[in-house]
């Protein structure tokens, strides 16, 4: 925390500009070795927080490095909390690099993955929650995706967390006073509390977890697996939604052997769109290795998008598939309806009733509105979705809720036994426990290092 750090922290490659940061003690300094203002003789003559004009130069010959617009910004007002300097020059690489290696060369260290934002966290500008949801801010695949870890870097998880925290606080100061003061009248009165309250709390806690399953899609995508027989049309589909030839398309049957991985946004419904291998029985080991791992993914999907030919008769194969999705969360495509049919759907709908079945001719992009607007219906209506101003999307925290509500859980079984206060008092700690460590009040530097070692260096 003593080192000031630096890193680049636009993405390198040809830009507009490019930017490098540093932050701590003796940035300013760094800066002002490296800087040459057209107006101002120092950079600390400069307007704090205000952008100058000038030049970078090599201190040891004067060589200018870049023309740049620099601005210093003095602590405790900036991102780390630290004196801070940011560097706006020539995007590409050899200019951001050239003036990273003068900064390292005159002060600073390298930055390591997220300490910028560790920084602010350990300096008490962001808790833990606040900087998990930079990093979900800039992998953000979709406007509602983008909305929510915005809502969560201002403190939406922070301020729920917090206020069942302070709820838990007070059933321990109550337990503590009872214990302290020990009378049967309060006693019973302390446990019939303690009841009420630690229902309410897992009430919180479980609406929140409620809200996990839809927060993982909108952060990492609705796991889609396009399903169906070779040749039915399965790689066309997903050439369809995604609107380009991302996947080879033939005639002949086991063309795709291997899993093809693509992300799309549906109106804001971020889907990691999986094509498959064709489900069949072969003697081909590739094919065959393809097809285990097709029935592998249908094993973590979140939506099976089954695709069966209506033009030709239904096969050993198609009721293999037809058994691979019966119970789980399916769209049926009855693909080539443009061409004669051999069976409608009526024999289908015997076999897999109430399921949403669509005609198709993706050749002909007939049905893929109708399958997209099935799909955001889906996820709006609340099939995929729990309704809540407070979304998780965080798998830490997720599991530390899971922990929570386990031990509140404990604790409601034990005062519901009347077991000894203090014995009760073991598990709402634990579960107050459980939720400090989601905003990082209590947290382990090794999970820590985890969660920044996730970020991009110069954030």
Wanted: charge should be negative.
């Amino acid at each position: 925390m003593a080192d000031s750090i630096a890193a680049i922290s636009t993405s390198i490659g040809e830009a507009g500009i490019g930017i490098v940061r540093i932050s701590g003690e003796n940035s300013i300094d760094i800066g002002d070795l490296l800087f040459r203002g057209k107006s101002v003789k120092s950079l600390k003559e400069s307007e704090n927080r205000k952008l100058t004009y000038g030049h970078i130069i090599d201190p040891k010959d004067g060589e200018v490095i870049d023309e740049v617009l620099i601005v210093f910004m003095r602590k405790p007002h900036t991102y780390t909390r630290e004196n801070m300097v940011e560097i706006y020059c020539h995007g590409g690489i050899i200019s951001v690099k050239r003036i990273l290696e003068l900064i390292l060369d005159n002060g600073a260290r390298l930055a390591e993955p997220g300490e910028f934002t560790k920084r602010a966290f350990l300096n008490g500008r962001l808790d833990l929650s606040q900087a998990e949801a930079v990093i979900d801010i800039i992998r953000a695949k979709t406007d509602e995706s983008f909305k929510v870890s915005l809502s969560q870097l201002e403190g939406s998880i922070s301020n729920e967390v917090r206020r069942i925290r302070e709820d838990i606080l007070k059933m321990i100061a109550h337990i503590e006073a009872s214990i302290d003061f020990p009378d049967e009248d309060i006693e019973q009165i302390t446990y019939n509390e303690l009841e009420k309250d630690s229902k309410a709390i897992l009430r919180d806690i479980k609406r929140l977890l409620d809200t996990a399953d839809r927060g993982r899609i909108l952060r990492d995508g609705l796991n889609t697996v396009i399903l169906g027989k070779p040749n039915v049309g399965k790689s066309s589909l997903l050439n369809a939604i995604l609107r380009e030839n991302r996947a080879i398309v033939t005639d002949i049957p086991g063309t795709t052997r291997d899993i093809i991985e693509e992300y799309v946004n549906i109106d804001g419904i971020p889907l990691k769109i999986i094509d498959t291998a064709g489900i069949r029985d072969t003697e081909d080991l590739v094919e065959k290795m393809g097809v285990d791992r097709a029935k592998d993914k249908v094993e973590k999907a979140d939506l099976i998008i089954a695709v069966f030919d209506v033009s030709q008769d239904l096969t050993e194969d198609d009721h293999s598939i037809i058994d691979i999705i019966r119970g789980r969360r399916s769209i049926v495509l009855l693909n080539k309806s443009d061409l004669p049919r051999k069976w409608d759907k009526g024999y289908l709908n015997k076999l897999l009733p109430d399921y949403r079945m669509i005609n198709t001719s993706v050749i002909e992009g007939v049905g893929i509105y109708e399958l997209e607007q099935e799909i955001k219906n889906m996820f709006y209506a609340g099939d995929l979705e729990v309704e809540s101003n407070v979304i998780i999307t965080n798998m830490r925290h997720r599991d530390q809720l899971n922990k929570a509500y386990k031990n509140m859980k404990s604790g409601l079984e034990a005062i519901l036994s009347n077991v000894p206060l203090d014995c009760i008092e073991v598990d709402i700690r634990n579960c107050w426990e459980n939720l400090s460590a989601i905003s990082g009040d209590a947290v382990g530097e090794d999970i820590l290092d985890r969660i920044f070692s996730e970020f991009c260096i110069g954030k």
